[in-house]
Each structure stands twice: as structure tokens, then as C-alpha cells.
């Protein structure tokens, strides 16, 4: 059985490190805190072998997000014409 990526999951334990992705507070720019952060999430994410799949899923993640809101901010403006 293969291990399914659980993206609300991921996202909900993402985001109680906030040293990984809040750039007004001061862990932001510490590199052992991030580490840190970014080891507990590979512990609970069973799915994700090492750091560098991690901040990759990370980059994907945040990618189809922008592109999402992109679309939406852009819905209004289609629907007028």
C-alpha cells in the first residue's frame, strides 16, 4: 500500500512553523530553527524521504496556489467583457 500526500494535513502542521514561511519574524532567518522545523515535518510525512523532496513539495504546493488566485483575481475582468 502506498503512502498518499495528505495536502490539508501537510498544510495544518506546515503551518505551526511559521519560522519556515512568515518573513517578519526574526526565526525566519534562522537557518538552525528552519532546519529544525523542516526535520519535524519530515518526521510526520510519511510520504517525503528527505529535506530536499520536502522544500520541493513546498515549492510545488505554494506554485499551484499562486496560480489559483491568479485565475480568481482574474474571473471579474473575464466576466465583463
Known sequence: MTN???TIEFLEEYQRYPCLWDKSIPEFSNRIKRDHAEEQLLQITSSINNVKELKQKI???RSVFISHVLIIKRLPRLNHQ
Open 4 to 6: 498518499q500526500f495528505n
Open 59 to 61: 515549492r510545488n504546493i
